[in-house]
């Protein structure tokens, strides 16, 4: 999937680009155009505000982001299904799964977090040990 980001807000532009990462392409080549700005010409248009008619509502977080994104590309795709890679940061379409009880759902999360967490000081203990 290809993504594109055009908005207003540097803050949400750049927080957009570094939790997208591989998924970023252009404008003109893109599956999903991510907005700040309500746009309404435009069906790859995938609008993020504060407001409850938005796609997505700020503030979100990554998993959020990504499972709104994988719904919205369904939506446009009929039967044409992708998933984001999985990989050991970006777990998030493990989450869609409609048979798992919510528990198992919740579960897999806070272990993925606390992965993630515990590479995080893995990583600054050996940074401040090889100075």
Avoid: W
Avoid at 77 to 83: A, C, D, F, I, V
Avoid at 98 to 111: S, Y
């Amino acid at each position: 999937m290809r993504v594109a980001v055009e908005c207003k807000s540097p803050l949400l532009q750049k927080s957009l680009e570094l939790f997208l990462g591989k998924h970023l392409s252009t404008l003109k080549n893109c599956d999903i155009a991510i907005r700040d700005a309500r746009c309404l010409d435009d069906k790859r248009c995938f609008y993020i505000s504060s407001s409850k008619d938005s796609d997505l509502v700020k503030p979100f977080s990554k998993s959020q982001l990504f499972l709104a994104l994988e719904n919205r590309y369904k939506s446009l795709n009929k039967g044409n299904l992708y998933s984001f890679p999985k990989s050991n940061e970006d777990e998030e379409s493990d989450f869609i799964d409609d048979e798992q009880p919510d528990f198992e759902i919740l579960q897999k999360r806070i272990e993925s977090l606390t992965k993630e967490y515990q590479e995080n000081i893995l990583k600054a203990v050996r940074a401040f040990y090889e100075k």
